[in-house]
């Protein structure tokens, strides 16, 4: 069993949609990462959280330390949001090394 | 501020042949990390530089690899002699040091995709 785990694997939404994101891990953890990548594209930082919640746009990460558990939220979601994203956590004494989850394939059709 | 640049995005060799991918990181970044892909798995750790050092290689698959910091710019990563079980998209990301230790957000490069033959 990987010591992150990412649900579902993949997604597939109208325009318009509110999506979620689950990311849950069985390991401490000093932070946890959202990243996407576009079909092509390279893997961009959406998100690294420690504790609580973050929003960007129309994203929104949540934390659970207690519940080792994650989750990425997208309002509204768009043709443009179809991408991998992907779960990554840093133990804490990893000194940054990142360990990933398999990634969640998104599309959105308009 | 330029990103982080991998060379070549795409390389194809045969199997035995010797492959060196580079990464250059952002300016000022003292982290560099190497990550792998195959096919079908999840994004794996190879092994981490702090300034030229070493500070992590547990991830690294076997002794035909081998990677290099010099100066504490950009990173190579040599694998000699290729085996088809290496083909994957390799990634170099870096970061800061931040205030928090090494807990700063890392900035990915676009990618190495090795095919070995």
């Known amino acids: 069993k990987n010591e992150v785990e990412q649900s579902p694997q993949n997604l597939t939404a109208q325009e318009g949609e509110f999506i979620t994101i689950n990311c849950s891990y069985s390991v401490g953890i000093s932070a946890l990462h959202w990243l996407q990548q576009h079909p092509g594209g390279g893997i961009v930082s959406l998100f690294m959280l420690s504790s609580g919640k973050k929003k960007h746009g129309r994203l929104i990460a949540t934390i659970n330390i207690q519940e080792k558990h994650s989750s990425l939220h997208i309002t509204a979601s768009h043709p443009r949001d179809s991408a991998v994203y992907i779960c990554a956590v840093m133990r804490g004494t990893s000194y940054g090394k990142l360990t990933f989850g398999q990634g969640t394939i998104l599309t959105v059709h308009p | ?117």
């Open chain 2, 1 to 117: 501020e330029a990103g982080v640049t991998q060379f070549p995005s795409h390389s194809v060799i045969e199997k035995g042949q010797t492959v060196t991918l580079r990464c250059d990181p952002i300016s000022g970044h003292d982290n560099l990390y190497w990550y792998r892909r195959v096919m079908g798995k999840e994004i794996k750790f190879l092994l981490h530089f702090v300034k030229e050092s070493k500070q992590d290689e547990s991830g690294m698959p076997n002794n035909r690899f081998l990677a290099e910091r010099t100066g504490g710019t950009y990173s190579t990563l040599k694998v000699q002699p290729a085996e088809l079980e290496d083909s994957g998209v390799y990634f170099c990301a870096s970061s800061q040091v931040g205030l928090a230790g090494y807990t700063d957000t890392q900035y990915f490069g676009p990618g190495t995709r090795l095919t070995v033959l």
